[in-house]
């Protein structure tokens, strides 16, 4: 995944940069108080994204896969 699209979408949960590391960046999510040092490479493996995006996004926006009962409509 680029390194781009990985901001965009950490962003987009609204995490703020907290602060520049040595070879990392540190993003903090306000809402679930977690941070995440995010590497400062072109492109990042895409477990790692998955794992980056899995920490710091929000409770429930993103779809664990099972519906709920109020989700599914006849």
């Known amino acids: 995944m680029k390194r781009v699209d990985l901001i965009k979408t950490i962003e987009g949960f609204g995490c703020v ?26 492109e990042i493996k895409e477990g790692l994204a998955r794992h980056i995006i899995k920490m710091l996004s929000n409770p429930g926006s993103e779809s664990s896969g099972s519906a709920s009962p109020e989700d599914s409509s006849p």
């Open 17 to 42: 940069l907290v602060r520049y590391g040595g070879k990392h960046d540190w993003y903090r999510n306000p809402v679930t108080g977690f941070s995440q040092p995010v590497p400062r490479h072109r």
